[in-house]
C-alpha cells in the first residue's frame, strides 16, 4: 500500500478515535508519526522529530503563560472593566468590535498569530461580559484577523505576490486584500446572525445589567469607600456629588473601574511591550512573550502564585501533535503528490477547484504561508495560458487557504482555543472544529462561483 494512502488513513483513524475516545488527538497524532515513521517509512528519531512545531510550542506556552500571569493579579479584569465601561449600553455592537479590533494588527502588517496571540484573552473576556456566546467572540476575533491577511503590508501577500511573479504571473494588491477582505466580512455577517447576534439586538438592555453586575465586586470597596467619605463629609466633593456620579455610571453601563496596583500596572506595560516588539519590531512574539512571564513571576512571585498553571498544556499537545503528523505526510510527498495529479488534469476550471478545495484542506491542518508558497507555482502553467483570470484564480485560492485558519489546528485556532476557560475548551474545540470544516467545504466553492468562474474569457 502506498504511503500517502497510509497516511491519509493514519489522519482519518486519529481524528475517529480521538473523537469517540477521551484520548487526545495530539498524543495519537504523535503515535501514528512514529508507527509510519519506524515501520513504513523508515526514518530515524531525530527524523521524526524533525516535524515537530518547536516555533509554535514556544508561542503557545509563552503566550498562555504571560496573560495567565495577567488573569491571576486581576490585570485582564481591569482592562476588561475598562472596556465595559467605555462601551455602555452597546452591547449589539461587542462582537463588530472584537472584528474590528482583530483586523487592525494583520493589516498593519502583522502576522495572523502575533496579532491574536495578544487580542484573543481580551476580546474573549469582553465577549464574556457582555454573556455574548463565546463561539461568536472567538470566530470573530478569528475571522477579524484573516480580514488583514492580504493587505499590501502583510507577509502573506508579499509571499503570494513572489510566488506568482516568479512564474511571470502579474495580480492586482487591491483586487487581492478587497477580496480576502469581503469574503470574510460576509462570513462575520453570518457568523453574527448564527451565534446570537440577533438575541442581542432584542436583549441590550439586560445585556448591559450583566456586564455591570460582573464588575460590582471588583468596584465595590471603592464606591463604599467614597459613599462613608460623602456620608461625614470627610471628602471635598459637593454633596450629593457621588450619587450624581453613581447615576451616570448607570447610564454608562458599569461603575468606573478601580485603581491600577503597582503590579498590575508593571504587568499591563509589559504587555504593551510585548505587543508592540511583536507587532512593530517583529521580534518572535513566543520567546518574548515567555521572557516577560518569567521576569515578571519572578519579580512578584506573591501575585502570581500558581500562575504557571494557566499554561494550556492539552491545547500544546494537541496542536503539536497533529502538526508533527502533516509535517511528516508533506515530508513524505503526499501534499506534493496530490498537487502534482491536480495540475497534469489539463481542464482549467477542474483544476483552478481542486487547487482551491486542496489548499483548504490541507490548510486547515498546516501552514497557510507555506502552502501558498507551494501551491501557486503549481497553478502557474495553466494561469500562464489564459484560460482563467490569473488575479482572480490567486484571490480564491489566497482566501480558501487562509479561511480554515478557524480550524482548532491553526495557530490563530490554537491560540484562541488556549484562551478558553477549561470546562468550556471541548465544546469550543467541536465548534472550531465543524466551522473550520465548513470553510475547508465552502470556501473552494464559493470563491470558484465568484471569483474564479466570471473571469473565464
Avoid at 101 to 119: E, I, K, N, R, Y
Avoid at 138 to 149: D, E, F, I, K, R
Avoid at 157 to 165: D, L
Avoid at 391 to 403: D, F, K
Wanted: glycine residues 12%; aromatic residues 8%.
Amino acid at each position: 500500500m502506498s504511503i500517502h494512502v497510509i497516511g491519509v488513513v493514519a489522519l482519518v483513524l486519529v481524528f475517529i478515535v480521538g473523537t469517540l475516545r477521551p484520548v487526545s488527538i495530539g498524543a495519537l497524532s504523535l503515535v501514528a508519526t512514529f508507527l509510519i515513521g519506524t515501520l513504513v517509512a523508515s526514518e530515524s528519531v531525530d527524523d521524526l522529530l524533525a516535524g515537530f512545531p518547536a516555533d509554535l510550542f514556544v508561542l503557545l506556552v509563552g503566550v498562555t503563560y504571560l496573560f495567565g500571569l495577567a488573569s491571576v493579579n486581576g490585570t485582564i479584569e481591569w482592562i476588561i472593566d475598562r472596556a465595559v465601561w467605555l462601551f455602555g449600553d452597546r452591547p449589539a455592537l461587542v462582537p463588530w468590535l472584537v472584528f474590528v479590533f482583530s483586523a487592525v494588527p494583520t493589516t498593519a502588517g502583522a502576522l495572523g498569530p502575533a496579532g491574536v496571540a495578544m487580542l484573543a484573552p481580551l476580546c474573549l473576556r469582553l465577549g464574556d461580559r457582555y454573556a455574548i456566546d463565546r463561539r461568536m467572540s472567538a470566530l470573530m476575533v478569528m475571522h477579524g484577523s484573516c480580514l488583514g491577511n492580504f493587505s499590501p503590508l502583510n507577509g502573506l501577500a508579499i509571499i503570494v505576490q513572489k510566488a506568482a511573479g516568479a512564474g511571470g504571473v502579474q495580480v492586482s494588491s487591491a483586487a487581492l486584500f478587497f477580496g480576502n477582505a469581503a469574503y470574510n466580512i460576509v462570513l462575520a455577517v453570518v457568523i453574527y446572525l448564527c451565534f446570537g447576534g440577533r438575541t442581542l439586538l432584542r436583549e441590550r438592555h439586560m445585556r448591559v445589567a450583566t456586564a455591570s453586575a460582573t464588575i460590582a465586586a471588583g468596584v465595590g470597596a471603592r464606591a463604599e469607600g467614597g459613599a462613608a467619605a460623602t456620608a461625614t463629609g470627610g471628602s471635598g466633593d459637593v454633596p450629593g456629588s457621588t450619587a450624581g456620579a453613581q447615576t451616570s455610571n448607570e447610564r454608562s453601563g458599569s461603575a468606573r473601574p478601580a485603581a491600577l496596583r503597582t503590579d498590575q500596572a508593571i504587568t499591563l506595560l509589559v504587555m504593551l511591550g510585548v505587543g508592540v516588539g511583536a507587532l512593530v519590531f517583529d521580534i518572535e512574539i513566543g520567546f518574548l512573550a515567555l521572557v516577560a512571564a518569567v521576569a515578571l513571576h519572578a519579580v512578584f512571585p506573591k501575585r502570581f502564585d500558581r500562575a504557571d498553571k494557566k499554561i494550556v498544556w492539552s491545547v500544546v499537545l494537541l496542536i503539536c501533535g497533529v502538526t508533527t503528523l502533516v509535517a511528516a505526510m508533506e515530508r513524505y510527498g503526499t501534499i506534493g503528490a496530490v498537487g502534482d495529479g491536480i495540475a497534469g488534469i489539463g481542464v482549467p476550471l477542474l483544476t483552478a477547484f481542486l487547487l482551491c478545495l486542496v489548499g483548504a484542506v490541507t490548510s486547515a491542518f498546516g501552514s497557510s504561508a507555506g502552502l501558498l508558497g507551494v501551491l501557486i507555482p503549481l497553478a502557474v502553467p495553466f494561469l500562464v495560458q489564459g484560460q482563467v483570470g490569473a488575479t482572480a484564480m490567486i484571490v480564491a485560492l489566497a482566501i480558501s487557504a487562509t479561511v480554515v485558519d478557524s480550524t482548532p489546528f491553526s495557530s490563530v485556532g490554537a491560540l484562541t482555543l488556549a484562551n478558553a476557560p477549561e470546562p468550556e475548551r471541548p465544546s469550543l474545540f467541536r465548534t472550531m472544529l465543524g466551522w473550520g470544516i465548513a470553510m475547508a467545504v465552502t470556501a473552494p466553492v464559493l470563491t470558484w462561483l465568484v471569483f474564479v468562474l466570471p473571469s473565464v474569457p
